[in-house]
């Protein structure tokens, strides 16, 4: 792996991977907190709690906005970066960039 291009485009890939992991993992951590509070309302537990629940639920919801804004932007800079560098078309690592870029597609269309 002598060509620096490569690594970038490795690290830049790895970028939309994960962005795209934690997405769906907020949002899954964000109905299971959800259930969680609807269950502690019907079961008539402590008020406190009820409220402190519903704050970690907010803050879980929140980091999805956050987190789609920057898998926009990884996901333009690693596009950009493969349109530049389209003569490694070849390279595994750029078939797997151009894989991680479809996965994330309709998170960031």
Known sequence: ?????IKQIKIKTGVVKRLTKEKESYEKEAT????????MKS???????IRKQGEVLQESRSMVPDTIRRLKK?????DELLEKESDLAEAEEFVQAKEALKLAEPIVA
């Open 32 to 39: 299971q907190l959800e259930e969680r509070l609807e269950k």
């Open 1 to 5: 792996m002598a060509d620096p291009r």
């Open 74 to 78: 990884a996901y333009a800079e690693l």
């Open 43 to 49: 079961d008539g537990k402590d008020e406190h709690d």
